[in-house]
């Protein structure tokens, strides 16, 4: 069973910026996909970015050029930097492991959520 422990969520100001860390169990990390999803107050769940165990990456339109998904396969980590961040950012973010089915990430297995809180 593979465990995904997310850190790094918090509150923070209009154009400031966070790292969320990912820190998963297993040895299979490495060849995995692995992505990062959102969920804010009355909103459907929404994946935000994902990449490929050869570091393909995809994100929504929303973030692009603010959001930097990574992953440090030495480490077992995945980490999304988030930089000028907005209040529509708010959100809780969750870790993911997944399969890519052509160009589409499916999740599998779920961490537990960080919050991340926009606002002055």
């Known amino acids: 069973q593979v465990q995904l422990v997310e850190s790094g969520g918090g509150l923070v100001q209009p154009g400031g910026s966070l790292r969320l860390s990912c820190a998963a169990s297993?040895?299979?990390?490495?060849?995995?996909?692995m992505g990062w999803y959102r969920q804010a107050p009355g909103k459907q769940r929404e994946l935000v970015a994902s990449?490929?165990?050869?570091?393909?990456?995809n994100y929504i339109d929303s973030v692009k050029g603010r959001f930097t998904i990574s992953r440090d396969n030495a480490k077992n980590t995945l980490y999304l930097q988030m930089n000028s961040l907005k209040p529509e950012d708010t959100a809780v973010y969750y870790c993911?492991?997944?399969?890519?089915?052509?160009?589409?990430?499916?999740?599998?297995?779920w961490g537990q959520g960080t919050q991340v809180t926009v606002s002055s």
């Open positions: 993911t492991r997944g399969t890519m089915r052509g160009t589409t990430y499916l999740p599998g297995s």
């Open positions: 297993g040895s299979i990390f490495s060849i995995t996909s």
């Open positions: 990449i490929t165990p050869t570091s393909r990456t």
